[in-house]
């Protein structure tokens, strides 16, 4: 029995670095090459991290909110995946042995549109996972919508589910994804607007409705407003960064996680994910199920009992 967590077996930890960093404003080329230097300076600083996390499109050297970017108008900023920075962000985390959650990049799909992606890479340099953006924030963000909720499983740890920036706002996709196992969710965020505060309380409440840790961050101030936030399983503030660049060390326990499920948030026995499995099946779902928005669905009529 270990003493640590009352059950056989050691505690299944996840030991990450979270990067609240900057991009080198309109370069991304300047960017990537300091990304490099900096994960590989930061691995020999916290050696035994074992997943290193940057915000989102931080590698496109991302502006600030309705800025003009300065970057070369014949280089491009899509790439298709697997590509030239891709190759080389898997060299990186071969050569480190770490898993390298850079971020999201601009991907130029097969179909000829631009995604954003977040792709997760492993310690033998294989990307294991690619997650195109399902919500894009619009009108600003003039790019195609992904269609699949994605998680990948890091042996020996756990599942771990994939959401970009504005995903955040819409809570089908931490569901889904917290439905389909991931027990913690990386949300890699680049916010230069001031609703920023709303979204660290939209992570704690993914969070508590899910059951799961939430892994929310943002860029550095210009051109984010930096707040990066993680949250645990019953959506207590883990850590929560200020706004400029920062470093964040942190170790989850991904054994919280079922034992919340188990046992119910709060020590209060709320159990949404095994209610919702119990449950949601015996539901219409106007919105899931063909409702047009502000359509009332055809209400059951019990068949009346004849008199005795």
């Not at 990066?228 to 660049?245: K, M, N, T």
Request: proline share 8%; aromatic share 8%; with cysteine.
């Amino acid at each position: 029995m270990d003493a640590t967590n009352g059950h056989r077996g050691p505690r299944r930890e996840l030991s990450m670095l979270v990067v609240q960093a900057r991009p080198v404003q309109g370069d991304p080329i300047a960017t990537q090459d300091a990304f490099v230097e900096e994960v590989t300076r930061l691995r020999k600083m916290f050696p035994g991290v074992q997943l290193i996390l940057y915000p989102e499109l931080h590698l496109s050297g991302l502006t600030a909110f309705g800025a003009r970017s300065t970057a070369d108008p014949k280089q491009r900023l899509d790439e298709p995946i697997p590509g030239p920075l891709t190759d080389r962000l898997c060299a990186l985390a071969r050569d480190l042995a770490v898993w390298l959650v850079p971020g999201s990049l601009y991907e130029r799909g097969d179909d000829g549109k631009v995604y954003n992606t977040a792709i997760a890479i492993n310690p033998a340099g294989e990307i294991v996972a690619t997650y195109r953006k399902i919500f894009p924030w619009r009108p600003w963000e003039k790019l195609a919508a992904g269609d699949e909720v994605v998680v990948f499983d890091m042996p020996g740890v756990g599942r771990i589910g994939l959401m970009i920036c504005y995903d955040g706002w819409f809570p089908e996709i931490p569901r889904n994804l917290a439905w389909m196992g991931a027990e913690v969710i990386l949300h890699p965020s680049a916010t230069t607007t001031n609703d920023r505060p709303q979204e660290v309380i939209l992570a704690r409440a993914s969070a508590i409705v899910n059951q799961v840790y939430m892994v929310n961050v943002n860029a550095a101030g210009t051109p984010g407003l930096g707040l990066s936030v993680v949250a645990d399983p019953e959506g207590r503030i883990v850590y929560q960064a200020g706004e400029g660049i920062e470093f964040m060390p942190i170790v989850l326990n991904l054994d919280n996680v079922a034992a919340v499920r188990e046992h119910g948030s709060i020590g209060l026995g709320s159990r949404p994910i095994a209610q919702f499995e119990a449950e949601a099946a015996n539901v219409h779902w106007p919105m899931y199920q063909g409702g047009k928005r502000g359509e009332l669905p055809a209400r059951k009529v019990a068949a009346a009992k004849p008199r005795a």
